[in-house]
């Protein structure tokens, strides 16, 4: 059951962060993560703040130095179905399609999916484990065979977004206005690892909301979201990366590697992107470039099988991305 709570739409930004700042209030934008956490009981919100009559924060448009800003309140479908998005920036278009199912796609917004909240069994379940505030991180002697392997301590949360990864690898900036004003940080400076704040995966402060994101132009860039999972119908990356690569001649000239279902934020790989950097994706080079992502996993007892999985997954994703 749902604990009671009162619901406000407000009209302007101005009045939704006003909303926001008191003590209890939450922002509500399509309500397919945040619903489920209110019933399960994972947090408490006293006033929801339903940002849908924002219509700034909806839709996307290219920027006057040929990139992308993309409303918070933009749907996951139509980023996925937007025809720039599939053909400038192929990673965020694969990473959208790969999100869910086609109904949380149509109700999911951009925002929502980078705050989304992580999907571990202890923290969605009934244990007051140390990310609710309680004294242990129940995965550590656990069921951890969709925990993380790198960056996890003193909790193993894997992120749960897809379209995090592929605006990390594209560069992207999230824009964020609060009651001190806006800002705008870079989405790889977006997300809180476990060991500099266990309660928090976001630098996201009281009251402060996600409006935009904005993704510098790609051009003359290849790039890739591949995402591993148990089930084909909709679930988490168990491995996945973004890969936004720029080639002269056969040449890797610059590299962004990112992987999702890998740790407690979206991971950027900089022994990947070193790797390859400078050479030509041959098979010895991206063997090298697989091995040298995963010499730093540290695997709980049940998830050792990732480190195969990303190997495998990581070859296969250079090499068609390689091939053009
Ligand atoms: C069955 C199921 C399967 C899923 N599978 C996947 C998957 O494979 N890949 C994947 O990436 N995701 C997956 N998801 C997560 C899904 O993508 C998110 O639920 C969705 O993107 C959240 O968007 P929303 O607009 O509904 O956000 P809400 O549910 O409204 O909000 C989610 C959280 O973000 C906060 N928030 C929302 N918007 C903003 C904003 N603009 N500024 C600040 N805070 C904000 C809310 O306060 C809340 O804490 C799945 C979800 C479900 C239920």
């Given at each position: 059951m749902l604990t009671n709570f009162s619901y406000i739409r407000p009209k302007s930004l101005k009045e939704a962060v006003k909303q926001l700042s008191t003590q209890g209030a939450g922002v509500y934008a399509g309500g397919t993560d945040l619903l489920g956490c209110l019933r399960d009981h994972v947090f408490e919100i006293k006033k929801l703040v339903s940002i849908n009559g924002l219509k700034e924060l909806k839709g996307?448009?290219?920027?006057?130095?040929?990139?992308l800003r993309i409303g918070a309140l933009t749907t996951i479908t139509e980023v996925a179905e937007n025809p720039i998005v599939s053909k400038h920036y192929a990673a965020l278009a694969q990473a959208a399609r790969e999100v869910a199912s086609p109904q949380l796609r149509n109700?999911?917004?951009i925002g929502g999916n980078l705050c989304q909240k992580p999907r571990c069994w202890y923290y969605r379940g009934e244990f007051y484990c140390l990310r609710k505030g309680g004294k242990m991180c129940f995965a550590i002697a656990g069921e951890n065979q969709y925990h993380c392997i790198v960056g996890g301590g003193p909790c193993f949360i894997?992120?749960?977004?897809?379209m995090a990864p592929a605006l990390v690898a594209l560069d992207a900036s999230v824009r964020i206005t609060g009651p001190k004003g806006s800002r705008t940080v870079p989405a790889e400076k977006f997300y809180v690892l476990p060991r500099e704040d266990v309660r928090r995966e976001t630098v996201l402060g009281p009251g402060e909301i996600v409006?935009?994101?904005?993704?510098?132009?790609a051009s003359g860039t290849r790039s890739s979201y591949r995402k591993v999972r148990t089930r084909a119908s909709w679930d988490f990356a168990l491995a996945g990366i973004a890969l936004v690569l720029r080639f002269r001649g056969?040449?890797?000239?610059?590299?962004r590697a990112v992987l999702s279902g890998a740790a407690p934020i979206p991971w950027r790989s900089r022994e990947i992107e070193a790797t390859i950097t400078g050479k030509n994706l041959d098979p010895d080079v991206i063997a090298k470039a697989s091995e040298a992502a995963m010499k730093n996993a540290q695997p709980l007892k049940e998830n050792g099988y990732k480190i195969l999985l990303f190997r495998g997954m990581i070859e296969e994703e250079l090499a068609a991305i390689g091939r053009g």
């Amino acid at each position: 059951m749902l604990t009671n709570f009162s619901y406000i739409r407000p009209k302007s930004l101005k009045e939704a962060v006003k909303q926001l700042s008191t003590q209890g209030a939450g922002v509500y934008a399509g309500g397919t993560d945040l619903l489920g956490c209110l019933r399960d009981h994972v947090f408490e919100i006293k006033k929801l703040v339903s940002i849908n009559g924002l219509k700034e924060l909806k839709g996307i448009t290219e920027t006057p130095s040929n990139g992308l800003r993309i409303g918070a309140l933009t749907t996951i479908t139509e980023v996925a179905e937007n025809p720039i998005v599939s053909k400038h920036y192929a990673a965020l278009a694969q990473a959208a399609r790969e999100v869910a199912s086609p109904q949380l796609r149509n109700q999911g917004t951009i925002g929502g999916n980078l705050c989304q909240k992580p999907r571990c069994w202890y923290y969605r379940g009934e244990f007051y484990c140390l990310r609710k505030g309680g004294k242990m991180c129940f995965a550590i002697a656990g069921e951890n065979q969709y925990h993380c392997i790198v960056g996890g301590g003193p909790c193993f949360i894997v992120h749960p977004s897809d379209m995090a990864p592929a605006l990390v690898a594209l560069d992207a900036s999230v824009r964020i206005t609060g009651p001190k004003g806006s800002r705008t940080v870079p989405a790889e400076k977006f997300y809180v690892l476990p060991r500099e704040d266990v309660r928090r995966e976001t630098v996201l402060g009281p009251g402060e909301i996600v409006t935009e994101i904005i993704v510098p132009t790609a051009s003359g860039t290849r790039s890739s979201y591949r995402k591993v999972r148990t089930r084909a119908s909709w679930d988490f990356a168990l491995a996945g990366i973004a890969l936004v690569l720029r080639f002269r001649g056969g040449v890797v000239e610059d590299a962004r590697a990112v992987l999702s279902g890998a740790a407690p934020i979206p991971w950027r790989s900089r022994e990947i992107e070193a790797t390859i950097t400078g050479k030509n994706l041959d098979p010895d080079v991206i063997a090298k470039a697989s091995e040298a992502a995963m010499k730093n996993a540290q695997p709980l007892k049940e998830n050792g099988y990732k480190i195969l999985l990303f190997r495998g997954m990581i070859e296969e994703e250079l090499a068609a991305i390689g091939r053009g």
